[in-house]
């Protein structure tokens, strides 16, 4: 990976945003207000907060589907604004809540999906098919040539998942992948999860609005609350060292809920 | 029966004949709609004014009898195929028009934005996800405005735009039943099959659809 819009240059962090703000037309505050924060390489950050928090602005912009109305964003090192956004995308994986997998296309062609724009040539797409299937844990023989309704809700979002990944990108953006998954699904999802950023070490924004989920996947986790960074930290350190009464709040229905997982989770 | 009979026994290269003009000025007409009305809805689905405009328009002219269109073409443009395929075209066109707006008004968010977000450009994106998840009701349009246009085109023949038609007004004028049921059965036959064929098209292009 490089030279072109996410050629790394060296010591820079995969994300980092600037006196970013943003503000949407008719809402009376800001969707995201003086954001400052810095992502390393490799790291799994999951952003907690609640519905209209701007988490999902804060990732939408990385991306560029959202474009900041002030201050910068840059991925390892390179401001965005300077890039093409279609080529910009193509190098960032994206999975979203709905899925939205193309209805029309076989579990095969959405994953190929990337591979075709990118102009792979056949056998190398076929690999790849078969690789992130057997990645998301689903046969290959039995699924690739499904289509999206003859899929669970868990089986669909593991194919969301393997689109997003078969491109190997460097920065994958996860906003509320398994919010509408049934608890046993979405334990399992999280584990497969984990153990494939754990393989890849490539960088993961997650956006989520489960506490437990946050902790869990996360080896940073961001507190967003109003369009304000509440706490950039680990897990531990957030647990340990809540910075205010927000974050206090927010660890309290932990507590209520189960402290199992937590555990669970080796923090 | 006798007449019908001996019809076919004299007069089969005609009739190959007809069908065959009938045919080519339908798939005309059902072209030249298509590349009018599909690039149009697309673009009336991106203005709440232009999709009101274009959507009142077709819906008013799709109530003048295309028999009027086809007299009021003739000071025009004189008798022949030419008014007929503009009169079959102004029927063929509000079908398809309007399910190409409704079609792209309705094409799913979360899939439009994970496209753009894959990094698909605005004309991969149309090719590649708008216009197949927009086929299913644009192909209903379509569907709907064929078997209107093979229907209608019978009329073509009264201003001497021959097919089929040209059989069932001679048979009107000679008092020939034979020719009356030939005729008719013919465009009955050929729209309904026609429409049947579409549909076995539109099931195996949209079993996506289907499947659960």
Not at chain 1, 219 to 240: C, D, L
Not at chain 2, 46 to 53: D, F, P, T, W
Not at chain 2, 68 to 75: E, G, H, S, W
Not at chain 2, 85 to 108: D, E, S, Y
Request: charged letters at 15%; one cysteine or more; a positive charge.
């Amino acid at each position: 990976m490089t030279g072109g819009p996410l050629g790394k240059g060296e010591n820079m962090n995969a994300v980092e945003f600037e006196h970013v703000k943003k503000q949407f037309p008719r809402m009376g505050y800001m969707a995201l207000d003086d954001v400052n924060v810095q992502i390393n390489e490799g790291e799994f950050v999951t952003i907690l907060g609640s519905s209209g928090c701007g988490k999902t602005t804060f990732i939408k912009m990385i991306n560029r589907l959202y474009k900041p109305d002030f201050g910068h964003i840059r991925l390892f090192g390179k401001d965005i604004q300077n890039s093409n956004p279609v080529l910009l995308r193509r190098k960032i994986g994206y999975v979203i809540q709905q899925v939205g997998l193309f209805p029309h296309m076989t579990v095969a062609e959405n994953i190929a999906t990337i591979p075709r724009i990118l102009k792979w040539d056949k056998t190398k797409i076929e690999n790849g098919i078969e690789e992130m299937l057997q990645l998301v844990s689903l046969d290959p023989k039995e699924f690739r040539d499904r289509y999206p309704a003859q899929l669970s809700g868990g089986q669909q979002q593991r194919v969301g998942l393997a689109r997003a990944l078969v491109a190997n990108p460097p920065i994958m953006l996860l906003d509320e992948p398994f919010g509408a998954i049934d608890a046993i699904n979405r334990e399992n999802l999280q584990n497969e999860i984990k153990r494939i950023h754990a393989q890849s070490r490539k960088t993961y924004i997650f956006v989520t609005h489960d506490i437990r989920e946050a902790l869990k996947l996360g080896t940073k986790v961001i507190i967003m609350n109003k369009g304000h960074i509440i706490q950039y930290a680990s897990p531990k350190e957030i647990i340990n060292n809540p910075c205010d009464n927000f974050v206090i709040d927010l660890l309290k229905t932990l507590n209520i809920q189960n402290n199992y997982v937590i555990d669970g989770a080796g923090i | 029966m006798l007449g019908v009979i001996a019809y076919f026994q004299t007069d089969a290269a005609n009739y190959i004949n007809l069908v065959l003009e009938h045919v080519t000025i339908s798939i005309l007409v059902l072209l030249i709609s298509m590349v009018i009305a599909i690039p149009l809805g697309i673009i009336c689905s991106r203005s709440e004014i232009l999709q009101n405009i274009s959507e009142h328009l077709f819906s008013f002219l799709r109530i003048i009898p295309s028999l009027a269109v086809l007299i009021i073409c003739i000071p025009f443009i004189g008798t022949g195929w030419k008014p007929a395929v503009i009169a079959l075209t102004l029927l063929a066109i509000p079908p398809i028009l309007l399910n190409t707006i409704q079609a792209f008004r309705t094409l799913p968010e979360p899939i439009l934005e994970a496209a753009t977000a894959m990094g698909m450009g605005t004309t991969y994106k149309l090719f590649n996800v708008k216009l197949p998840l927009a086929f299913p009701l644009i192909y209903t349009g379509i569907r709907t405005a064929t078997v209107e246009v093979i229907a209608s085109a019978t009329l073509a023949a009264y201003i001497g735009a021959g097919g089929l038609g040209s059989l069932i007004f001679t048979g009107l004028g000679l008092m020939r039943v034979d020719l009356l049921y030939i005729g008719g059965i013919s465009v009955a036959i050929l729209s309904l099959g026609t429409g049947f064929l579409m549909n076995v098209f539109y099931k195996y292009k949209t079993r996506y659809l289907q499947i659960k």
